[in-house]
Each structure stands twice: as structure tokens, then as C-alpha cells.
């Protein structure tokens, strides 16, 4: 009896004893905690930059932890024995990946701009610019399409999308102004876009100079089908500024906002005005984008209609071969612009990646929220004496510039400008 009363008593004591000690771990577990988490083994950290988020509404000093690819952590001061690489971005700003809604990147050894010469490829200019997504402007159509994703979408390490063209084999050359009416499809083109919808973001409809209302209304029709906007690019001379935007719904996007050619009437009347029914179609919805190129941004359209409060929402380059080496530049430069015209650096930052993120219904793009793609600017202001061109060759002085210090591509850095991330030479 007192031998089972003595067992009894050291299996209580032993009980209580493991209890205590579970409760102690339990204790020390929370207490630890966010010690522990500190700990975690971040692939990359970027530490004391100006962090511009319009998706989060943040502009403030604060880290960036990146992992497996993606972002995994944002706050106020993330400790630097928590990461495998740490660079220190303090005086810079860190922007969501910037995204070129306007490009031509279908390069090819053909004339012209479909798998031709006059386009260029995507990584040749994009991730230099802080560009982390382009989208090709229907310089293919649901024909040509599958050729152009084999051989520049899938090999590049810029994201690239696309505007497809209500015409089935694309935008070749200045030659295509009046395609064959016979492969206007909208039954082809709403498939293609159901079959490569990760990568097709809408239609696109430009470059014919028939009277026939027939592309237009079918490429908005394939685009509403799909949910997909429609982006209205240039040379149409038949249709008016007024009717092509009337055709237009809420989300559709103008594209060479603010040129200033003898084909289309200007937005900007001759007493520098913002003609009325522009004013009216920003209010129903339509979207307008820069679309700079060679011959699509002047100083006389844009700086009046800024002033008046028609303000691009992104800033698509019309990027290819020829208008790089122009006026345009980059899309850094086209942001530049507007930057020394009086746009925030908040603003400007929001409609090179939220804005446009938006536009193109790629909500998961375009922003630093936690587990989003790791899809990261890191951007200098460069401040002195800058001229900045437009497309008719007229200059504005400007004391500040932009320029792409580092640009992450879904974790990785694909561009550094001045070593950040280089080894010290001893």
C-alpha cells in the first residue's frame, strides 16, 4: 500500500514537473516569437529607401524583404542579419516594377514591325528603365500571335503582354493601312484571347485609313467579350478625334494622347483650350495614354492639357527601334517630363506601375504588397540642368531626372547601374 501511494505521489510530481516545462516553452515560444521570425532567411533585403506604393498608399522610409520571388515582408526597419543579401538603398526610391503599355517588341528579321526589324526586343531596353512588363501593341493579331509568344514572350525575362489586333496578322509595316476586311474576326480574336489569357490583355485597333467603321466596332466587340479593354492607336485619318472617342467605353484607352499631326485633331484647340468633348470622355471613363514615339507627344498638347487637367494615366513609350533614338528616349525620360511639367514624384510613380497595372486589368502587378511578385524599381533623382525633347523637336529645361539604379524581375536583380549589389574590387 505504501509502495503504490509512493508511485502515485512521483507520478504526480513527474506530471506537474512536464506540465511547468510545457507551460515554460509556451511562454518562451511567444516571447521569442518575433525574434524567431526575424530570423527568417530573406534572399534579398532592401534597407532605407523612399518606398512609393500608390496600390498600399504608402510614401515612407521602409525595407523590402524578398524571398523565393517574391515580396515577402515590408516594414518600418527589417534587421539585416535576416537576409542572405542586403543592399542599402537609403536616398533612393523603391517603386512596384514600372509597366510600358505601349511597345513594339515582336523583333524579327522581317521589314517592319512583326517579327521585323522596326520592333525591338524587350530586355534590350526594358529592365534598363526600371521596366519590369511591356505590352506589345498589337503588332500581332489571333493569327500570328502563337509565333510571337514562341519566340520573344516566352524566352524573355521581361513580362511581356499583349494588345492583339483585330487584323489577323497584326501591324506589319506602313503598307497595312487597308488589310483584308475578310479576317476582321471577332469569333478568332475573343478565342485567342480566352486561349492566352494570361498574356492578352485586349485589342487593339490603329493603322487603317479605310472609311469603314467595321474594325473599330468589331475590335471593341471582341474586347467586351472578353472584358478585356480596347486600345485605340493612331493613324485612322478617316475617323475623327470626337467619333473615335465616342466609340469608346469606360476603360478603353487612346493611346498618343497628345500628338500634334495633320491627320487627327489635336486635344488642345488653336486658344489652348481642351476641346469639350475630351474633357468629356476623361469623365466617362476612357483612359489616356502618352504614347510618345516618334510623333506622338508635343510640348503644345501636353503641357496645356495638363494644366487643365487632362493628365496622362500611364505612360506608354510607343517604344521601337526608331523612337528610342529620338525625342522619347525611354520611358524614364517620358516620366522625367512630367516631373519637371509639375507632376508629384508620387503621382508620376503611381502611373508608371498602379495605373497602368490597373488599365490592363493586372491587379497582381504594379504594386509591393506582400506576397506579390517581386517586381521592384529602385530609382535615382539625378538633379542639374536637363533638356527634355519632344516629337516636333521643341526643348524644355528641367532640374530634376529620373534613372533606373536597380531593377528586380520576380526576385532577381536584372539591372544594376552602379554595382549595389557588386562585390567591393580589393
Same mark, same amino acid.
Given at each position: 500500500?505504501?509502495?503504490?501511494?509512493?508511485?502515485?505521489?512521483?507520478?504526480?510530481?513527474?506530471?506537474?514537473?512536464?506540465?511547468?516545462?510545457?507551460?515554460?516553452?509556451?511562454?518562451?515560444?511567444?516571447?521569442?516569437?518575433?525574434?524567431?521570425?526575424?530570423?527568417?532567411?530573406?534572399?534579398?533585403?532592401?534597407?532605407?529607401?523612399?518606398?512609393?506604393?500608390?496600390?498600399?498608399?504608402?510614401?515612407?522610409?521602409?525595407?523590402?524583404? @524578398?524571398? =523565393?520571388?517574391? !515580396?515577402? $515582408? /515590408?516594414? *518600418?526597419? +527589417?534587421?539585416?542579419?535576416?537576409?542572405?543579401?542586403?543592399?542599402?538603398?537609403?536616398?533612393?526610391?523603391?517603386?512596384?516594377?514600372?509597366?510600358?503599355?505601349?511597345?513594339?517588341?515582336?523583333?524579327?528579321?522581317?521589314?517592319?514591325?512583326?517579327?521585323?526589324?522596326?520592333?525591338?526586343?524587350?530586355?534590350?531596353?526594358?529592365?534598363?528603365?526600371?521596366?519590369?512588363?511591356?505590352?506589345?501593341?498589337?503588332?500581332?493579331?489571333?493569327?500570328?500571335?502563337?509565333?510571337?509568344?514562341?519566340? @520573344?514572350? =516566352?524566352?524573355? !525575362?521581361? $513580362? /511581356?503582354? *499583349?494588345? +492583339?489586333?483585330?487584323?489577323?496578322?497584326?501591324?506589319?509595316?506602313?503598307?497595312?493601312?487597308?488589310?483584308?476586311?475578310?479576317?476582321?474576326?471577332?469569333?478568332?480574336?475573343?478565342?485567342?484571347?480566352?486561349?492566352?489569357?494570361?498574356?492578352?490583355?485586349?485589342?487593339?485597333?490603329?493603322?487603317?485609313?479605310?472609311?469603314?467603321?467595321?474594325?473599330?466596332?468589331?475590335?471593341?466587340?471582341?474586347?467586351?467579350?472578353?472584358?478585356?479593354?480596347?486600345?485605340?492607336?493612331?493613324?485612322?485619318?478617316?475617323?475623327?478625334?470626337?467619333?473615335?472617342?465616342?466609340?469608346?467605353?469606360?476603360?478603353?484607352?487612346?493611346?498618343?494622347?497628345?500628338?500634334?499631326?495633320?491627320?487627327?485633331?489635336?486635344?488642345?484647340?488653336?486658344?489652348?483650350?481642351?476641346?469639350?468633348?475630351?474633357?468629356?470622355?476623361?469623365?466617362?471613363?476612357?483612359?489616356?495614354?502618352?504614347?510618345?514615339?516618334?510623333?506622338?507627344?508635343?510640348?503644345?498638347?501636353?503641357?496645356?492639357?495638363?494644366?487643365?487637367?487632362?493628365?496622362?494615366?500611364?505612360?506608354?513609350?510607343?517604344?521601337?527601334?526608331?523612337?528610342?533614338?529620338?525625342?522619347?528616349?525611354?520611358?524614364?525620360?517620358?516620366?522625367?517630363?512630367?516631373?519637371?511639367?509639375?507632376?508629384?514624384?508620387?503621382?508620376?510613380?503611381?502611373?508608371?506601375?498602379?495605373?497602368?497595372?490597373?488599365?490592363?486589368?493586372?491587379?497582381?502587378?504594379?504594386?509591393?504588397?506582400?506576397?506579390?511578385?517581386?517586381?521592384?524599381?529602385?530609382?535615382?533623382?539625378?538633379?542639374?540642368?536637363?533638356?527634355?525633347?519632344?516629337?516636333?523637336?521643341?526643348?524644355?529645361?528641367?532640374?530634376?531626372?529620373?534613372?533606373?539604379?536597380?531593377?528586380?524581375?520576380?526576385?532577381?536583380?536584372?539591372?544594376?547601374?552602379?554595382?549595389?549589389?557588386?562585390?567591393?574590387?580589393?
Amino acid at each position: 500500500m505504501e509502495n503504490n501511494l509512493l508511485q502515485i505521489g512521483k507520478y504526480r510530481f513527474m506530471n506537474h514537473v512536464m506540465m511547468s516545462l510545457q507551460r515554460a516553452s509556451l511562454m518562451l515560444f511567444f516571447l521569442l516569437s518575433p525574434f524567431l521570425s526575424q530570423a527568417q532567411d530573406y534572399d534579398l533585403l532592401l534597407k532605407g529607401g523612399r518606398l512609393i506604393d500608390a496600390k498600399n498608399k504608402i510614401d515612407a522610409i521602409m525595407d523590402v524583404a @524578398v524571398k =523565393d520571388g517574391k !515580396i515577402f $515582408r /515590408v516594414a *518600418a526597419d +527589417i534587421p539585416a542579419s535576416a537576409a542572405k543579401k542586403v543592399l542599402d538603398v537609403s536616398g533612393l526610391i523603391v517603386a512596384p516594377g514600372l509597366i510600358n503599355i505601349h511597345t513594339h517588341v515582336f523583333a524579327g528579321s522581317n521589314s517592319g514591325f512583326s517579327d521585323g526589324q522596326s520592333s525591338q526586343l524587350p530586355d534590350a531596353f526594358a529592365i534598363r528603365s526600371g521596366i519590369t512588363t511591356v505590352v506589345d501593341a498589337g503588332t500581332t493579331g489571333w493569327r500570328t500571335f502563337p509565333d510571337f509568344k514562341a519566340k @520573344v514572350i =516566352d524566352p524573355s !525575362i521581361t $513580362r /511581356v503582354l *499583349a494588345w +492583339i489586333n483585330i487584323f489577323e496578322t497584326g501591324f506589319s509595316s506602313g503598307s497595312g493601312f487597308e488589310p483584308d476586311m475578310g479576317t476582321v474576326s471577332v469569333q478568332k480574336t475573343a478565342e485567342a484571347i480566352q486561349k492566352y489569357k494570361d498574356y492578352i490583355v485586349g485589342t487593339r485597333v490603329g493603322h487603317y485609313k479605310g472609311k469603314s467603321w467595321l474594325p473599330f466596332e468589331r475590335a471593341s466587340e471582341a474586347a467586351k467579350i472578353a472584358n478585356r479593354p480596347l486600345f485605340v492607336e493612331c493613324h485612322m485619318p478617316q475617323y475623327t478625334l470626337q467619333e473615335q472617342l465616342d466609340h469608346m467605353r469606360s476603360g478603353d484607352i487612346i493611346t498618343h494622347s497628345f500628338e500634334n499631326v495633320s491627320e487627327r485633331m489635336t486635344v488642345v484647340d488653336e486658344q489652348g483650350k481642351v476641346r469639350p468633348f475630351v474633357l468629356e470622355a476623361q469623365k466617362r471613363g476612357v483612359l489616356f495614354d502618352v504614347g510618345h514615339g516618334g510623333a506622338g507627344f508635343w510640348f503644345n498638347q501636353a503641357i496645356p492639357a495638363y494644366n487643365q487637367g487632362l493628365w496622362p494615366n500611364s505612360f506608354g513609350t510607343d517604344e521601337h527601334r526608331t523612337s528610342m533614338n529620338s525625342g522619347m528616349k525611354n520611358m524614364l525620360n517620358v516620366m522625367s517630363k512630367y516631373l519637371n511639367i509639375g507632376m508629384s514624384i508620387p503621382e508620376v510613380i503611381a502611373r508608371g506601375s498602379w495605373n497602368a497595372a490597373k488599365s490592363i486589368k493586372r491587379e497582381d502587378l504594379g504594386n509591393l504588397s506582400e506576397s506579390s511578385v517581386a517586381d521592384i524599381a529602385v530609382l535615382s533623382i539625378s538633379n542639374g540642368k536637363f533638356g527634355f525633347v519632344d516629337s516636333g523637336q521643341n526643348r524644355i529645361e528641367g532640374d530634376r531626372k529620373l534613372e533606373a539604379e536597380l531593377t528586380v524581375r520576380a526576385g532577381r536583380i536584372v539591372w544594376d547601374l552602379n554595382g549595389l549589389a557588386a562585390n567591393t574590387y580589393k
